[in-house]
T-cell receptor, first 111, second 116 residues
């Protein structure tokens, strides 16, 4: 199986919260990242969490890490149409600085 | 906007040809990485350059090669193009590692390569 797995699609109503989930296999993950990719654009780093943390909050974004289950989630509060994009989970492991990316979750926000 | 630019935006090549893609890093960034993103996939690491030397390579054949210049701009060269090389090619610049050990990369918008 893949090192980093994500569900492919998520559809939410504007104003609701979105939760995008990610699972990874390598227990030596050091940092876990969330990137956003809008159509025709490169990747934008949204936030990251160090593996010894359980939670990180940054404005509308909340990252939760369950290291025991190797599960990472990104919660977007008050989701807006401008949040429609593909969201990638990525990890770095051990001493490596090279992130391994999931396939991305396409978030669709409808009115 | 990240300050990382790539050219060209789109490119169409024929199987067997060679292609050169270019990237201009964000000011002050001495490290550049190249990724291949096939349709519906996440980016796959090709290689990284640090101070003009290759500093790590992913699972790509030698016909993928690169250069980094003293001004930290870089090139990705692909020889003997194959149909499966059709993808979005992303470059990302960074300083080697953040103060807290994290690795923050700034991505360019990518070059869409189509091989026919």
């Amino acid at each position: 199986g893949e090192d980093v797995e994500q569900s492919l699609f998520l559809s939410v109503r504007e104003g609701d919260s979105s939760v995008i989930n990610c699972t990874y296999t390598d227990s030596s993950s050091t940092y876990l990242y969330w990137y956003k990719q809008e159509p025709g654009a490169g990747l934008q780093l949204l936030t990251y969490i160090f593996s010894n943390m359980d939670m990180k909050q940054d404005q509308r974004l909340t990252v939760l890490l369950n290291k025991k289950d190797k599960h990472l989630s990104l919660r977007i509060a008050d989701t807006q149409t401008g949040d429609s994009a593909i969201y990638f989970c990525a990890e770095t492991t051990g001493g490596s600085y090279i992130p391994t990316f999931g396939r991305g979750t396409s978030l669709i926000v409808h009115p | 906007e990240t300050g990382v630019t790539q050219s060209p935006t789109h490119l169409i090549k024929t199987r067997g040809q060679q292609v050169t893609l270019r990237c201009s890093s964000q000011s002050g960034h001495n490290t550049v990485s190249w990724y291949q993103q096939a349709l519906g996939q996440g980016p796959q690491f090709i290689f990284q350059y640090y101070r003009e030397e290759e500093n790590g390579r992913g699972n790509f054949p030698p016909r993928f090669s690169g250069l980094q210049f003293p001004n930290y701009s870089s090139e990705l060269n692909v020889n003997a193009l194959e149909l499966d090389d059709s993808a979005l090619y992303l470059c990302a610049s960074s300083v080697n590692r953040g103060l807290d050990g994290s690795y923050e990369q700034y991505f360019g918008p990518g070059t869409r390569l189509t091989v026919t």
